[in-house]
């Protein structure tokens, strides 16, 4: 057993895990953000957000990787709108484009962006914290200003 910290906390993990689509920011060559809705999955043994689709090596995203790995992803929603309660969790970090990699479903590409996180912020997923909770993951290289 590690005795690392787990790079998620087990609220943002069961949020997550509830959740479908995710929005992926990427950097394109001109400098101009790029942000696209992505299926994900947690890759609890690496500790990385996974991302997956059909064809991902011919998407944008995938090839502004190659040019710059910040990226911020974001999966939120409306869990009440009487009371408002809005929840979310936001990963800043660097991603990697892979190619090679088992897809967890068939016919989606062998390709994978594999976001590790940085910084990690998350708000109403977890009842014990109320507020917005935002943290660095330890270890990894701080977030430039």
Do not use: H, M, Q
């Given at each position: 057993m590690s005795n690392e910290p787990?790079?998620?906390?087990?609220?943002?993990?069961a949020y997550l895990a509830g959740q479908r689509l995710g929005r992926l920011a990427t950097i394109g060559p001109s400098g101009s953000p790029q942000n696209n809705p992505v299926g994900?999955?947690?890759?609890?043994?690496?500790?990385?957000?996974?991302?997956f689709g059909f064809n991902l090596a011919k998407s944008k995203k995938f090839r502004n990787l190659?040019?710059?790995?910040?990226?911020?992803?974001?999966?939120?929603?409306?869990?009440?709108?009487?009371?408002w309660v809005v929840r979310g969790v936001?990963?800043?970090?660097?991603?990697?484009?892979?190619d090679?990699?088992?897809?967890?479903?068939?016919h989606m590409s062998s390709q994978v962006i594999r976001v590790h996180p940085r910084r990690?912020?998350?708000?109403?997923v977890d009842p014990y914290l109320p507020n917005m909770s935002a943290r660095d993951v330890p270890g990894s290289p701080k977030e430039a200003a």
């Open positions: 787990a790079i998620f906390t087990d609220s943002e993990l994900f999955s947690v890759n609890a043994e690496l500790g990385t957000i996974d991302i190659k040019g710059n790995p910040n990226v911020a992803f974001v999966v939120d929603d409306l869990a009440s709108v009487d009371p936001e990963v800043r970090g660097t991603a990697e484009a892979l090679g990699v088992k897809p967890p479903i068939a990690i912020i998350s708000w109403g």
